[in-house]
């Protein structure tokens, strides 16, 4: 069976001039309008048409992303049920997995989140007027946060991502278009359409715009990726997808780059005081390497114990694998199960390191089910860059120098315990890259209301206008200055 992929067009759901398109597991296709034919249609005709939705209030946008939480349960809506349906032939995780990550969609649009995320990562003055700052010199400023025409290519790992990209630009009171991820094809449409059922004609829905065309067709982009029609970029995904959105990047066109990230795991001696605490450790570990299957940026792949590297020191790491091993294979299927698609190559590389177990113990893995790797010396596996499908890596070191050598600009979550620990590196690991430190246990607890990859992707979505008032008794004018 094809699904079909229409094109919502700021209200308009168009499912005509069908074409086929294939997805990432290869044994599925879908049809979606041939863009070719809609994108002149995409963009706005002029950047005045956004006045309608810069006269909203932020109350009213309150009322509408409250009414559209309150549409979006799973259980009731057909528009989520038909994504999610799309979803279980276009996705690599498992169906729980799936069905979860529609269910928590509608908390996120909760009027109390929306402030939350409005307030810290903007600003509630700056969104709703004119805010003013005095300056030394004498002059009057006021600046005001005005949304963009925004293009959004999200990732495809889960629908929690085309959720957290249409709230974006309803905050800002963007102008967006996105283009859905092809293994995800369905759910910014289906958030789309129940806005357009509890919003009809409304501003927000009209400067929405979803539909589908395949990476690199750059008779789309050539056409859309213009400043004329778009100002931000915001691109989540692979190394290729982003780069390749660079070459359309030129003075007025900003990219915002969610780009690829690595994550790490840092556990102090502390964890090894006794067996209860080394238990409650491997708990949180697990659940950071488990978490949707470790499809996702901010999941835990090597994991560095500061156990020491004598005997006593391997013991404890290869003891903590063991306990690790365990407790990832008893989390719940909501939250991980064996990976529907095991990176056969990675498999390979599995099975070599068990043969040689001078220098790696290879601890599970037999049934494609996720496995720990427990180095016997203070390197990580050479294949670190593969890990997935919940395959993880332990490391013994001696030294925190070894983990700090490790961190990089492509470091996004490192998952630290104790809480102690984490505070004396707070200061040393962005220097090599790091952008969020964060509990154990909580690198794939990802809050909305904060900075994503070291940036504020909210913010930068916003132009910051200046309205500058300068009184000539008090601020010195450039014509009455005198040669020196």
Not at 288 to 302: K, L, M, P, T, W
Request: hydrophobic letters at 40%; glycine letters at 6%; a negative charge.
């Amino acid at each position: 069976m094809a699904y079909t992929v229409p094109l919502f067009l700021r209200g308009q759901v168009i499912t005509d001039d069908l074409v086929p398109y294939g997805t990432r597991t290869g044994d599925w296709q879908f049809r979606a309008p041939d863009m070719a034919k809609y994108v002149a249609r995409l963009p706005l005709n002029s950047p005045a048409e956004m006045s309608d939705l810069h006269d909203v209030s932020f109350d009213e946008i309150l009322d509408v992303l409250e009414a559209l939480g309150g549409a979006l349960d799973f259980e009731s809506n057909t528009h989520l049920q038909e994504a999610y349906e799309a979803s279980l032939v276009a996705n690599v995780l498992p169906a729980e997995m799936l069905k979860n990550s529609y269910r928590v969609l509608g908390p996120l649009f909760s009027r109390d989140n929306v402030t939350e995320i409005a307030d810290s990562q903007v600003g509630l003055d700056y969104l709703n007027g004119w805010v003013p700052h005095k300056l030394h010199d004498g002059r009057e400023l006021r600046v005001r946060a005005f949304g963009s025409r925004v293009l959004h290519i999200p990732a495809g790992n889960g629908g929690l991502v085309s959720a957290v990209t249409i709230l974006r630009s309803v905050i800002t009171r963007s102008d967006a278009i996105i283009k859905a991820p092809s293994n995800d094809p369905l759910t910014a449409i289906a958030i789309a359409r129940t806005l357009a059922d509890v919003a009809p004609n409304h501003p927000i829905t009209r400067h929405l715009a979803v539909g589908y065309w395949k990476g690199g067709d750059s008779g789309v982009e050539e056409a859309l990726y213009r400043p004329q029609h778009i100002e931000k970029i915001v691109a989540w995904g692979g190394l290729a997808s982003v780069k390749h959105v660079t070459r359309y990047i030129q003075p007025g066109l900003e990219l915002i780059a969610l780009d690829p990230k690595r994550s790490a795991t840092i556990i102090g001696r502390e964890a090894f005081d006794d067996e209860d605490t080394m238990r409650e450790v491997a708990r949180r570990a697990a659940t950071d390497i488990g978490v949707a299957n470790q499809e996702g940026c901010a999941n835990a792949r090597v994991i560095y114990v500061l156990s020491g590297t004598d005997p006593e020191g391997l013991a404890n790491a290869n003891r903590f694998g063991e306990l690790v091993y365990r407790e990832l294979m008893s989390l719940p299927p909501v939250i991980s199960t064996p990976p529907r698609y095991p990176n056969r190559e990675l498999l390979d590389h599995l099975e070599a390191s068990r043969m040689a177990d001078d220098f790696y113990r290879v601890i599970g893995g037999e049934r494609r089910e996720g496995a720990i790797v427990v180095s016997q010396f203070d390197e990580a596996v050479d294949y670190s860059p593969m890990l997935s499908g919940r395959v993880a890596n332990v490391v013994p070191v001696d030294s925190i120098d070894k983990v700090t050598a490790a961190v990089n600009a492509y470091t996004q979550t490192i998952g630290v315990y104790p809480e102690s620990l984490k505070r004396r590196l707070r200061n040393t690991l962005p220097l090599f890259g790091a952008q969020r430190l964060t509990t154990l246990g909580y690198a794939c607890s990802v809050a909305v209301a904060a900075p994503q990859d070291a940036i504020e992707p909210i913010r930068r979505m916003c132009k910051w206008i200046v309205d500058e008032e300068c009184d000539p008794e008090v601020v010195i004018p450039l014509w009455r200055l005198t040669p020196a």
